[in-house]
């Protein structure tokens, strides 16, 4: 199964553009890329899914080079509320592969 | 509708005792996941099911755990024995069908004494 670095936290203020990259060097072929959201207390949500190229929902924005070694999830104008954990998965959406994702602090 | 609810929220036992975890996932979802995590880490896989069967029971720790699902609805996570290191949160998640996005239930705290 594929393994993702992302980085353990990152730091931002409310209004602006995050973005988190995400390594996954033997992705496989088969293998998708989602993102989820988790606050404390709560499970993991999803939020993005892609397999090449670019995504977009309402939410944020999944960029994917075309070699899908690594990806970006784009959070626009990010508000506290955004402050979690984010995971970046690998795999054939079936069996979820979690790493120790990305604690995001957003600050006013 | 209804999300993924799983009951008790909190469950503390004793070293050694058995515990019953439960899950009830979206109506109509024929996937069900168990999914294990430790104070600071991403959760981990332990079971699914689609339909009434296990289709992958690999991340089971050891034969202390064990799941049912009889009805393919209603899922029941089995903990004989337990020990200090069981300590967790025990997350469901269920899909439409193997593949489709995973909702998550909230969560069973388990504090093993």
């Known amino acids: 199964l594929a393994k993702t670095t992302q980085p353990i936290s990152m730091d931002s203020y409310e209004g602006q553009e995050v973005n988190i990259t995400c390594s996954h060097n033997?992705?496989?072929?088969?293998?998708?890329i989602t993102w989820y959201q988790q606050f404390p207390s709560q499970g993991p949500r999803f939020i993005i899914q892609?397999?090449?190229t670019k995504v977009t929902n309402e939410v944020a924005s999944l960029f994917i080079p075309a070699d899908r070694k690594s990806s970006t999830l784009s959070l626009p104008r990010v508000s506290l509320s955004d402050t979690a954990v984010y995971y970046c998965l690998v795999g054939d959406r079936g069996k979820l592969i979690f790493g120790q994702g990305t604690e995001l602090s957003v600050k006013p | 509708g209804a999300g993924v609810s799983q009951t008790p929220s909190n469950k503390v036992t004793e070293k050694g005792k058995y515990v019953e975890l439960r899950c009830d996932p979206i109506s109509g979802h024929t996937a069900l996941y168990w999914y294990r995590q430790s104070l600071g880490q991403g959760p981990e896989f332990l079971i699914y099911?689609?339909?009434?069967?296990?289709?992958?029971d690999s991340g089971l720790p050891n034969d202390r755990f064990f799941a049912v699902r009889p009805e393919g609805s209603v899922s029941t996570l089995k903990i004989q024995r337990t020990e200090r290191g069981d300590s967790a949160v025990y997350l469901c998640?269920?899909?439409?069908?193997?593949?489709?996005?995973?909702?998550f239930g909230p969560g069973t705290r388990l504090t093993v004494l």
């Open positions: 099911f689609q339909g009434t069967g296990a289709a992958d």
């Open positions: 033997n992705i496989a072929t088969n293998d998708y």
């Open positions: 892609g397999y090449k």
């Open positions: 998640a269920s899909s439409g069908n193997r593949g489709d996005t995973q909702y």
